[in-house]
């Protein structure tokens, strides 16, 4: 089975930019021909989606409240989250999966937003 490690979080100020990495290694599923998504959980908040990236090079989503701040993107087997202008509300454990038949969660990587 394909293993996903989420990395790139830690502390940062309001107003900055972070660039989260997915990596993909192991053997299963071909990351690049399924839908990707990041997601994120701040203490005691359910699991929210952030953004999608579509297969095989296919357009991309992300939620509206994020006012196109977050950006993602892939190649091969990497998929990324560039955020941009942080918010003390962006702070949560951020975790990559596949969109649909997804995996176990794996550690995800934490974003602390703080002044």
């Known amino acids: 089975q394909v293993q996903l490690v989420e990395s790139g979080g830690g502390l940062v100020q309001p107003g900055e930019s972070m660039r989260l990495s997915c990596a993909a290694s192991g053997s299963g599923r071909d990351v690049s021909l399924y839908a990707m998504a990041w997601y994120r959980q701040a203490p005691g908040k359910q699991r929210e989606w952030v953004a999608t990236i579509r297969g095989g090079g296919g357009p991309t989503e992300d939620h509206s409240t994020l006012k196109g701040r977050f950006t993602i993107s892939r190649d091969w087997n990497l998929v990324s989250l560039q955020m941009d202008n942080l918010t003390f509300e962006d702070s949560a454990t951020y975790y990559c999966?596949?969109?649909?038949?997804?995996?176990?969660w794996g550690q995800g990587t934490q974003v602390s937003v703080s002044s």
């Open positions: 999966n596949f969109r649909k038949q997804p995996l176990s």
